[in-house]
């Protein structure tokens, strides 16, 4: 059982930027692909960003293209998302996962994550 939690997440202004982490409680963290959902009200969870076992390959929403980073340090046992140029459109609970697929299955959906944190709140004030 892998336990995740998120932090770093709160209130910031448009055009702000924020660094969510997700500490895994398991040593075998670096043998899971790790993502990162978001869910807004009202609306269902979507993907976000996605992140190899090594680090070496991510996958990224087109929606925060360019503007989010998803990195990770197996040493630490934490993933994290770097979240730039932040749009009131970003409000939502974030969410980071772990899942035993390939980096590419992971990209498909919810159902292909085994492990799920409880989320930190994301508020972008415009």
């Known amino acids: 059982q892998v336990q995740l939690v998120e932090s770093g997440g709160g209130l910031v202004q448009a055009g702000g930027s924020l660094r969510l982490s997700c500490a895994a409680s398991?040593?075998?963290?670096?043998?899971?692909?790790m993502g990162w959902f978001r869910q807004a009200p009202g609306k269902e969870r979507d993907f976000v960003a996605v992140?190899?076992?090594?680090?070496?390959?991510?996958y990224y929403a087109d929606s925060v293209k360019g503007r989010f980073t998803i990195s990770r340090d197996n040493a630490k046992n934490t993933v994290y998302l770097q979240m730039n140029n932040l749009e009131p459109e970003d409000t939502a609970v974030y969410y980071c996962?772990?899942?035993?697929?390939?980096?590419?299955?992971?990209?498909?959906?919810?159902?292909?994550?085994?492990?799920w944190g409880q989320g930190t709140q994301v508020t972008v004030s415009s």
């Open positions: 996962a772990a899942s035993s697929r390939t980096t590419g299955q992971a990209t498909a959906g919810m159902d292909q994550y085994d492990y």
């Open positions: 398991e040593r075998t963290f670096s043998t899971y692909v």
């Open positions: 992140i190899s076992r090594s680090g070496s390959r991510t």
